[in-house]
């Protein structure tokens, strides 16, 4: 079971939790950052933070269904926008709110960086989510 949390005496967060918790003997499964390439490995949506975003979520998608999971069980993420313009970081977030990762809605930070691994990516989102009973692996 998930319990998540918004904390009355910060400020209410406008679509995720401050935190979440996992009663123990609960399986997690830790994400790798899920990126914007496609099953080539070719990039996808060269330039277009939104549109990376969307493959990001796709590719994520896969990673929690791999492990048995879903985005409705992801209870923390953390993504990742190249820039330090306010609306690319919040038209990601909008992507991530439309794909069901805000079922919880989960806990998550939200960031500017620099750079990111792969030419011309500029989205990446870590997960960690919960493995309901009788999921695999």
Known sequence: MIQRFTVPGLFPPPAYSHASVVEAGTRLAFLAGSVPLDAEGKLVG????????????????????????????????DVYVVGTDTAALSAVWEVVEASGLGAG???????GVACLGYPG?????????????????
């Open 46 to 77: 060269e330039g277009d933070p939104v549109r990376q975003a969307e493959q990001v979520i796709a590719n994520l998608t896969e990673q929690v269904r791999a492990v048995g999971s879903g985005l409705e069980q992801v209870v923390s993420t």
């Open 121 to 137: 990516q500029l989205v990446e989102i870590t997960a960690t989510a919960v493995v309901p009973e009788g999921g695999r692996p």
């Open 105 to 111: 809605p989960h806990s998550s930070t939200l960031l």
